[in-house]
C-alpha cells in the first residue's frame, strides 16, 4: 500500500463522485484507477463491454432489463 498524490481538483472530484456512488473516497479513487487501467488495457472495448467482463468474471449473472 501507499500514498498516491493527486491535485485538490481531482480530489475534490473523487469526493463528491464518492458520495453520490455511496463509496468511500479511497474506494471511489480505486475503482476509477482500475477502470482505466481495464480501458488502457483494452482500448477496443467500451466502457460497457469492460462492465460486463468484470461481472462475468465475477461471476455475476448478466440480465437484460425492460421496461414494462
Given at each position: 500500500?501507499?500514498?498516491?498524490?493527486i491535485n485538490d481538483e481531482l480530489?475534490?472530484?473523487i469526493?463528491?463522485?464518492s458520495t453520490v456512488m455511496v463509496r468511500s473516497i479511497?474506494?471511489?479513487a480505486e475503482y476509477?484507477?482500475?477502470i482505466g487501467k481495464l480501458a488502457e488495457d483494452n482500448p477496443?472495448?467500451?466502457?460497457v463491454e469492460i462492465m460486463q467482463e468484470q461481472k462475468r468474471l465475477a461471476d455475476i449473472e448478466l440480465r437484460v432489463v425492460t421496461s414494462a
Open positions: 500500500m501507499g500514498i498516491v498524490k480530489h475534490e472530484d469526493r463528491r463522485t479511497n474506494a471511489q476509477w484507477i482500475k477496443n472495448k467500451t466502457f
